[in-house]
């Protein structure tokens, strides 16, 4: 990208799971801001502690759907003054803003500019050094290669969103080619950006590159931008009130830790509808798992994906090796707002196995392995599979499967995803609906297409 013209640059503290960057922004003074912090505030506190800050100020450019604020974490910690928009209608202490209104940094200049679109009372913050724009922090408004999406509200509101976020992206657009671009939503993110995207940008970039900022027609701009909309997870419909209430504040000292489990506990659980989650990696479930657990495996999406596939009221144990990180796993589902873990299996799979209760296995092949046979079932997002899959593939998006699971033919069927997390969750969802003979693909079509020299085929999903 290119470079702003100036010295004053937020450190990015990137989420590459959620998809997600917030920023903190040394004030100067020994004190910083810090822009759209979640709830697992690790990562934020490690930057400022390097940078030898306290945090003071704590906005948020909107009422975020995809992960909890840890605005009022930081000011129950911190003592830091919380900036959002006054429309928020926000239950707790904060300073309320609107169009035009200025926080004083010290120095520096914030003013709030109303950028609806992503959600209604959403505000991009500029910031200035004297009466030079330095860069905007966008939120979900303008971001790297697009915008984020507009249905957030519902597909009733869709349109009328596009249409607000078409003129916040001309706002934006007219400032000064040089402003630095500081989103939240990127690469990865459901809120969404496209893959591959760079994290920050500035004005004149996005003028050159950004394609939605190539349409002048209001009405093409709105059919280009709810028509590259995919599917999100069934959680964004419930943070952005928990957001408005304002989040539990947490004591950091005792999370990340969980009852130790034993196996007759675990049992009368599941017997009671909790879901056991098996985080550990797929090779390992493959072998072994306990029956009907779900196989979530722990990496930088864990949260989406927990959040995504176990039922919101449901009581949740864990499963997991020794060396995978406990403190992480718990992170990655607070800030998704799940906190019904109510603790992990002791001693693991091990201690399942050894008073000899039944385990279930799933067999796992390589690409090369993949028989004509049998029915093969692709469970990336639209997006992915129209792009490229095995010729004859069935398509059902992995969110979408703990819904139609026991609608699928009860036939043998070879599941797949890119690389082989997805396609293990997939076939524990399909064998908790009762289906057998399944088998997971550790790799994807491309890998598929290298080991065979055939191409995947492409097509367009309606």
């Known amino acids: 990208m290119s470079e702003a013209a100036s010295d004053v640059e937020p450190t990015a503290v990137v989420d590459e799971g959620l998809g997600n960057s917030c920023y903190l922004l040394d004030l100067g003074d020994g004190s910083a801001l810090v822009v759209d912090p ?9 930057a400022a502690d390097e940078a030898g800050v306290r945090i003071r100020f704590a906005a948020d450019t909107h009422l975020h759907a995809d992960f909890l ?3 009022v974490q930081l000011a129950h910690d911190d ?6 928009s006054a429309a928020g209608r926000r239950r707790f202490p904060h300073r ?5 209104d200025e926080s004083d940094l010290g120095g520096l200049r914030l003013t709030a500019l109303a950028t609806p679109g992503h959600t209604d009372e959403h505000l991009s913050f500029l910031l200035r050094d004297g009466e030079r724009a330095v860069g905007v922090f966008t939120g979900g408004s303008l971001i790297v290669g697009s915008a984020a999406r507009t249905d957030l509200l519902g597909e009733d509101r869709a349109e009328e969103l596009a249409r607000a976020q078409f003129a916040s992206l001309r706002r934006l657009s007219a400032l000064p080619a040089a402003t630095a671009v500081w989103p939240t939503h990127g690469a990865g993110s459901f809120c969404s950006a496209p893959p591959g995207a760079q994290r920050t940008s500035t004005i004149g970039h996005e003028w050159a590159t950004n394609p939605l900022l190539g349409i002048e027609d209001e009405d093409r701009f709105v059919q280009r931008l709810l028509g590259s909309l995919g599917s999100y997870p069934p959680y964004f419909l419930r943070l952005a009130e928990v957001n408005r209430r304002g989040p539990a504040v947490l004591d950091p000292a005792s999370t990340g830790r969980l009852a130790q489990l034993p196996v007759s506990t675990v049992q009368v659980l599941r017997e009671n509808g909790a879901v056991v989650v098996d985080a550990r990696p797929v090779a390992d479930f493959a072998r072994a798992h306990i029956p009907g657990s779900l196989s979530i495996p722990l990496r930088a999406q864990f949260a989406t994906w927990l959040g995504w596939l176990v039922p919101p009221e449901a009581p949740i144990v864990v499963v997991r090796n020794p060396a995978q990180d406990l403190a992480e796993l718990v992170w990655q589902a607070l800030n998704i707002g799940v906190d019904r873990l109510v603790g992990e299996l002791g001693g693991g799979i091990d201690a399942w196995v050894a008073p000899g209760r039944p385990t279930a296995s799933t067999d796992l092949v390589g690409p090369a392995e993949v028989s004509g046979r049998r029915r093969v079932l692709d469970v990336r997002q639209s997006a992915e599979f129209a792009a490229g899959h095995l010729p004859g593939a ?4 992995l969110g979408a499967l703990a819904e139609t699971a026991r609608d699928l033919p009860g036939e043998p069927t070879v599941v797949m995803c890119g690389h082989g997390e997805r396609a293990m969750g997939a076939a524990s969802l399909l064998e908790r609906a009762g289906h057998g003979d399944l088998t997971v693909v550790a790799g994807g079509p491309e890998d598929w297409a290298q080991v065979t020299g055939r191409q995947p085929q492409v097509s367009r999903e309606p």
Do not use: F, K, M, Q
């Open 69 to 71: 604020s840890g605005a």
């Open 79 to 84: 003592g830091a003054t919380i900036l959002a």
């Open 394 to 397: 069935v398509h059902v998006e």
């Open 38 to 46: 979640p709830r697992d505030l690790r990562a934020v506190r490690s």
């Open 96 to 100: 309320g803003l609107g169009e035009g």
